[in-house]
Nanobody, 115 residues
């Protein structure tokens, strides 16, 4: 399984970004997907997850109401819409694919939010 994130960038406080994670090397629709992030000097933390069908989603408290996870099983892609961005959202954002207890990670995409 290979995961490639994209869509990060340098934005201002209050801006929006849409992150994408392209999946290859397996049956995308059989993997639960998630986004994590890691700020410099901090541990990686959970952001959001989505079930194989897309019917069930979970969010960290800081993400509720601002971030939206979605997936397109026809395009083998999971998305994370980031809105109302804050400087504390600055981090490398990683996507993760999970099935049968195995986790696969992408290389991450940097999001930097300037005040």
């Amino acid at each position: 399984v290979q995961l490639v994130e994209s869509g990060g960038g340098f934005v201002q406080t209050g801006d929006s970004l849409r992150l994408s994670c392209a999946f290859a090397g397996g049956t995308f629709s059989s993997y639960a997907m998630a986004w994590f992030r890691q700020a410099e000097g901090k541990e990686r933390e959970f952001v959001s997850s989505i079930s194989v069908s897309g019917a069930t989603t979970y969010y960290a408290d800081f993400a509720k109401g601002r971030f939206t996870i979605s997936r397109d099983n026809a395009k083998n892609t999971v998305y994370l819409q980031l809105s109302s961005l804050k400087p504390e959202d600055t981090a490398v954002y990683y996507c993760k694919a999970q099935r049968w207890g195995f986790d696969y990670w992408g290389q991450g995409t940097q999001v930097t939010v300037s005040s």
